[in-house]
């Protein structure tokens, strides 16, 4: 009867939890609606005042807060607006806007805020630090950052010191904090990096001359899409680094950034005693159009990496009818794996190829379709895209 009794209880107890855990819920829900309904409230109150602030950034006015005392929520709204206006300004306008945020005291509430123990608090503070570029704040959100596990948290860290950073060294420690938990976000890493305002350049040949590895692959990463002179003799250095990762990424950006290489520098990357960098430099030498490359991409179809050959393959698909005859060579006359790698190939472009509708890709088509035919033999009626297989001369050539 006891144990019954207690059974009852636990019943009443845990169904008293659930009701109670509804109720938090509808009143969470209930709060944020309303939070947001002020919000919208405040934001059409105060559309003049952002119309005004928009108009005299270029002017030499003092700009202020709207008069009268301003509730909490409307003084977020304000600050909210200025900090999307400055992540889409530059140069003057963007630190009008800082200036006026800092006047208003937003900055010295959120360094505060950063103190709180709610997590939920310090993030958004993080956040809203970031964003108004006060680098008072950095040290703060360093001494956070080295001493919390990683987490999203350490994300909104490291990305609000990247953008209030006003020195090098301060985007260095971040990136040395960050990295220091052994993640695999080189990646992610470069993407915060180049959040800064400072000079990028700089910035990439420090981390391409660092001791630390993941700061080079984190270099390496943001090299993509950034012209940058300065740092390419250090890139042609690192193509004969010693750790695997860090050469494979860095004969990527070596290939794409110098389109006329030298004939002992593609034999030595077709060489590398790394299968990543030789697949690499099987895949560039296809979007180079490298055509003197073809004996070498022949030979790559016997390579023990089965990415190697795979790229080979395919730069020599794209290296127009001599790079697709090289295919079909090694097709009838190699074995093993170098037979079977350009069939493979041969099989996808005449797969391919035959559903475009361009008239050059047509052409290009029929004569692959001609070599294939001459190679293999016409087991069936050759099909040729209608109304075009006469079209830029004589294709047996």
Same mark, same amino acid.
């Given at each position: ?6 059974? @009852? ?9 659930? +009701? ?17 309904? !002020?919000?919208?409230?405040?934001? %059409?109150?105060?559309?003049? @005042?952002?119309?005004?602030?928009? +108009? ?6 003092? *700009? ?8 909490? *929520? ?19 306008? #963007?630190?009008?806007?800082?200036? *006026? ?11 505060? &805020?950063? #103190? ?17 570029? &006060? ?7 360093? !001494?956070?950052?080295? %001493? #919390? ?157 089965? %990415? ?73 009626? +050759? ?13 047996? &050539?």
């Amino acid at each position: 009867m006891f144990h019954l009794t207690v059974a @009852y209880i636990f019943i009443y107890v845990c169904l008293g939890l659930i +009701a109670l855990g509804i109720l938090l819920l509808f009143q969470m829900k209930i709060s944020h609606n309303r939070e947001q309904r !002020n919000r919208e409230a405040y934001a %059409k109150k105060h559309h003049d @005042y952002f119309v005004y602030v928009q +108009a005299n950034l270029q002017d030499n006015v003092e *700009l202020r807060l709207p008069p009268g005392k301003l509730k909490k *929520l409307e003084k977020r709204v304000i600050q909210d607006k200025f900090i999307e206006w400055i992540e889409q300004f530059k140069g003057d306008y #963007r630190s009008k806007l800082i200036e *006026l945020c800092r006047e208003a005291g937003f900055v010295e509430e959120d360094l505060k &805020a950063l #103190r709180s123990i709610r997590y939920g608090r310090r993030l958004e503070a993080a956040y809203r630090l970031g964003g108004m570029r &006060a680098p008072e704040a950095v040290p703060m959100l360093q !001494n956070i950052l080295q %001493k #919390r596990k990683y987490s999203s948290l350490s994300i909104v860290l490291a990305r609000s010191i990247a953008k209030a950073a006003d020195n090098s060294e301060d985007l260095l420690q971040m990136l040395r904090a960050l990295l220091s938990h052994g993640k695999p976000i080189h990646n992610l890493a470069a993407d915060i990096m180049l959040e800064t305002g400072l000079d990028s350049s700089a910035i990439l040949l420090k981390l391409l001359n660092d001791s630390d590895s993941a700061l080079v692959k984190v270099g390496l990463v943001a090299m993509w899409g950034q012209a940058v002179p300065e740092v390419m003799p250090v890139l042609g250095r690192l193509v004969g680094a010693e750790e695997k990762d860090v050469r494979a990424e860095a004969v990527k950006l070596y290939l794409t950034t110098n389109p006329a290489l030298k004939d002992d520098t593609i034999a030595q990357l077709m060489s590398d005693r790394s299968w990543e960098v030789r697949a690499e430099a099987a895949r560039a030498l296809g979007q180079l159009h490298a055509a003197g490359s073809i004996p070498l991409l022949t030979d790559a179809l016997r390579d023990s990496s089965w %990415k190697v050959r795979y790229n080979s393959a395919e730069s020599l698909a794209e290296l127009g009818e001599a790079g697709f005859e090289a295919l079909c060579q090694a097709a009838l006359t190699g074995a093993g794996i170098q037979r079977e790698a350009a069939l493979h190939r041969i099989e996808l472009v005449m797969e391919k190829e035959r559903e475009h509708s361009a008239i050059e890709q047509m052409v290009a088509y029929n004569k692959k379709r001609l070599l294939y035919d001459r190679y293999f033999g016409v087991k069936q009626p +050759a099909k040729r895209v209608g109304g075009v297989a006469a079209v830029g001369g004589d294709y047996s &050539a």
